[in-house]
């Protein structure tokens, strides 16, 4: 039986831990080095980039959640498979009542959620707007997505409502209301119009209701209107041409907050559904687009915010100028270059990417310098609350290589703010000749910095602010590093196995992955995780939460810790996401005892992703890729992109 390296085989035994994926070893490749002394690693370069030896935490935090593919069995295999799927069904029965001295623990878990859900389903907004856009967006699809589990009308009613109350908002052009403006104002970014149109799909998947299409398809037709001759999308757009009184750019490209990249998302998705080419018929000009914006001098590859349509920068908010940003690259021209690729198979698309990766390397690499490290941990320890600055809920604390910005030449790089770089090195002569408009002269350099914090003597102006960098904590490479790992080990070929995946099960493929759900049931960490311990001090089941925000926190649930990802790592009980790993544990139940059939666990391949896109979620996960599986397809990229 041929075997893939993302292949499971009934020979090679099941995957069983939440995390847990093939191992990656590509050609002349050895396991990549952890150093213990100064928590990074060395090298993280492409040619160095492998998964042999890391565990699934390291796995999941520097290439994000695994796509599984299993193979089909002989007859011998599928009669092995059977007694072992039998074997432990009885043994996650025999564990809940002798072991564990607990036997309704899953029904417990069910319990707590169902009443939960039950008393949700009489608390839904009447009206789309201020708090409660968001509230009935995430109620939207935890109800739909409870429905699909569980199969109870209530959910899938509940669910609906949610979704017309956000339809009867929609405008008569198609777009979504923004804040209190008119319908004469159209913001792109931030998920004003894609998240409602993801939503609207679903309920349309859910119930069949032609109204759902019209609403997501009237959608889809005004952004469209708003594409710009380029490929790209700005970050707002005015009817009339008046001002809005927000910043972004009008006329020309945005790759802030997903303005361009959730269009495009949308755009195929649309292509998909209706066979119409005009959705589709702009998207290949975003690739040359992409080459002339980089702003990049020599070995530095990089990309600003927002651009003209002549591909040149723009700045927008204080600290978004005409500098390349890391996160520009993580949120946007990254996955575009992916999708890109993975359309016409250009190579200059995975080699621009690859370049640019290969410069976010070597500055993290320069700044595992044992002084600079010391200086950001002396800032850390006298500035820092406990080693670390807690804004926005977040553990922050600067991250080698995570700079706002650099320099266009890479000859410094740090915090922008007030439309002005605080660079983290020495100004030289020659770059205040060349740069001297973008930086802020009066900003001390790190060593100064540090020599201030080692002396006990206060920060300077701005210093929280400094720290609250949002490349550091917002930012993950794991969807580039990823793409890059497949891309190395198999080329396009690879790439498109990751992003790809059934949307129905085989009979052998339906029982793998029962058996692969039955062992992550029975796996005690997970368990532990998910255990109802309600009552007790910092419980976070679902009994505890206030609404459905927890829905937009699986966004975040692979990635590097100490910042805003790294969700999934998890290790004190009871964990700070109890109610996702209680979804998991039921939603893997229902599986191994065959209660998800073999479509609904099956729900295509990654696609454009929505949901994690920047961390990606596992495969088997419980919420999953739920935006692309609207609509579900094994491979989303088979694309005829026109050329001029």
């Not at 004003?192 to 998947?205: D, Q, R, T, V």
Request: charged share 20%; glycine share 8%.
């Amino acid at each position: 039986m041929q075997r893939s390296p993302r292949v499971v085989s009934a020979i090679f035994g099941s995957l069983i831990a939440i995390g847990a994926g093939a191992d990656h070893v590509a050609p002349g490749a050895g396991p990549l080095v952890f150093n213990e002394k100064t928590g990074h690693y060395p090298d993280l370069s492409y040619q160095s980039l492998s998964t042999a030896g890391l565990s699934w935490q390291q796995r999941g935090s520097l290439f994000g959640g695994e796509t599984i593919h299993y193979g089909p069995l002989s007859d011998q295999q599928r009669q092995l498979r059977e007694r072992e799927l039998a074997a432990l069904l009885v043994k996650i029965q025999t564990r809940e009542t002798k072991v564990w001295a607990d036997p309704q623990f899953a029904s417990r878990i069910e319990t707590e959620v169902r009443n939960w859900l039950d008393a949700q389903t009489s608390q839904i907004p009447a009206g789309y707007r201020g708090i409660g856009v968001q509230d009935l967006r995430t109620r939207a699809v935890g109800f739909l997505r409870a429905y699909e589990i569980f199969a109870v009308d209530e959910y899938l009613a509940a669910g609906l409502r949610c979704a017309e109350v956000i339809r009867s908002a929609q405008w008569p052009r198609g777009h979504w209301p923004w804040s209190t403006l008119s319908e004469n104002f159209v913001r792109i970014q931030d998920g004003y119009n894609n998240e409602p149109f993801w939503i609207m799909l679903y309920a349309h998947k859910l119930s069949g209701d032609p109204k759902f299409f019209e609403s997501a398809r009237r959608c889809a037709d005004v952004v469209l209107s708003l594409q710009r001759e380029n490929g790209g999308w700005p970050d707002q757009w005015s009817f009339d041409g008046r001002s809005s009184g927000h910043s972004g750019v009008m006329h020309g490209v945005s790759f802030n907050d997903n303005a361009t990249n959730s269009c495009f998302q949308m755009m195929v998705m649309m292509y998909h559904l209706t066979g119409d080419k005009k959705y589709i018929a702009r998207l290949h000009r975003l690739g040359p687009f992409l080459a002339k914006a980089n702003i990049g001098e020599g070995k530095l590859v990089g990309w600003c915010e927002q651009y003209n349509d002549r591909a040149q920068p723009v700045r927008a908010r204080q600290y978004e100028i005409e500098l390349p940003y890391p996160r520009a690259l993580t949120r946007a021209v990254g996955p575009l270059l992916i999708w890109l690729y993975l359309m016409d198979g250009d190579e200059a698309h995975i080699d621009l990417l690859r370049r640019a990766y290969a410069w976010h390397e070597h500055v993290r690499q320069r700044e595992l310098d044992p002084e600079v490290l010391a200086r950001w941990r002396a800032m850390s320890q006298v500035w820092s609350p406990a080693h670390h600055v807690v804004t926005h809920n977040y553990l922050m604390e600067y991250r080698p290589g995570w700079p706002d910005a650099w320099l266009p030449d890479g000859s410094n790089w740090g915090r922008v703010l007030r439309f002005k770089l605080m660079a983290w090195n020495p100004v030289t002569p020659r770059q205040k000749e060349k740069y001297g408009r973008l930086i802020d002269h009066a900003w001390p350099p790190l060593g100064e910095l540090a020599r201030l914090a080692r002396s006990d003597q206060p920060p300077p102006r701005d210093y929280n602010m400094y720290v609250y960098c949002h490349s550091s904590i917002g930012n993950s490479l794991s969807e580039i590093r990823r793409a890059l790992l497949e891309h190395k080990q198999g080329g396009r070929k690879g790439m498109l196995e990751y992003y790809s995946h059934p949307t129905r099960f085989t009979p052998d493929q339906y029982l793998l992955a029962r058996i692969d759900a039955a062992k992550r049931v029975l796996n005690m960490r997970n368990r532990r995780m998910a255990y109802p311990y309600a009552g007790r001090p910092g419980y976070t089941g679902m009994s505890t939460m206030g609404d459905f925000r927890f829905v937009a926190t699986k966004s975040r649930w692979y990635g590097m810790t100490g910042t805003k990802w790294g969700q999934a790592f998890d290790s004190v009980y009871p964990a700070s996401n109890a109610a996702w790993y209680q979804w998991q544990l039921l939603y893997d139940m229902k599986l191994a005892a065959g209660h998800i059939d073999a479509v609904a666990a099956a729900r295509g391949g990654r696609g454009l992703e929505t949901v994690a896109s920047s961390t990606h979620l596992d495969s088997w996960d419980v919420l999953g890729e739920w935006g692309m599986a609207v609509h579900p397809l094994e491979n989303y990229f088979d694309v005829p992109l026109l050329h001029d």
